[in-house]
């Protein structure tokens, strides 16, 4: 479950980057992110479990830690699709290798982004179902 979560909150954070997005969205999703919420295959994750998580979004290039955990790894956006779509792929840490599609919103200072972990195909809707690998999360920008 902690690889399981690490590696969500990895892709999350990649796909939060998005450096071939829209001036508007490479530059909002720039930042320092904390998830509000999440669901893993239909199941919310635990409070303290995501007050020990963070990302931070920088040209392209994400950042996740889950406690002392780091993951690391790059990102592109296709911010045309319906839904916008990002695909992460990870460079350092438990998921150096994998790539992960997913889609994303942006509003203000909230980022949801849904993530297929399985690495299977790109998810249509912003839903966590049982029996998948989809996860689904929620992050509010960190006011500095």
Same mark, same amino acid.
């Given at each position: ?7 969500? %909150? ?5 796909? @939060?980057?998005?450096?071939?997005? $829209?001036? +508007? ?26 007050? !020990?998580? !963070?990302? &931070? ?12 955990? $780091?993951?690391?790894?790059?990102? /592109?956006? +296709?911010?045309?699709? &319906?839904?916008?779509?990002? #695909?992460? /792929?990870?460079?350092?840490? $438990?998921?150096?290798?994998? #790539?992960?599609?997913? =889609? *994303?919103?942006?509003?203000?200072? #909230?980022?949801? =982004?849904?993530?297929?972990? !399985?690495?299977?195909?790109? $998810?249509?809707?912003?839903? @966590?179902?049982?029996? #998948?690998? %989809?996860?689904?999360? /929620? *992050? ?5």
């Amino acid at each position: 479950m902690k690889h399981i979560l690490c590696l969500c %909150l990895t892709f999350a954070a990649s796909l @939060s980057a998005f450096a071939a997005a $829209p001036a +508007d969205d490479a530059k909002g999703v720039q930042g320092n992110w904390k998830p509000a919420k999440a669901e893993l295959a239909g199941q919310p994750m635990a409070d303290a479990v995501l007050q !020990s998580i !963070s990302l &931070k979004l920088d040209n392209g290039k994400y950042e996740v830690f889950v406690g002392a955990n $780091p993951d690391r790894g790059t990102y /592109t956006v +296709d911010a045309t699709s &319906k839904p916008k779509s990002i #695909t992460v /792929t990870g460079t350092e840490g $438990p998921n150096q290798g994998k #790539t992960f599609p997913a =889609i *994303y919103e942006l509003k203000g200072d #909230t980022l949801r =982004i849904c993530y297929d972990l !399985s690495g299977a195909k790109r $998810p249509t809707e912003f839903k @966590s179902i049982a029996g #998948t690998k %989809l996860y689904l999360v /929620t *992050y509010q920008r960190k006011k500095e």
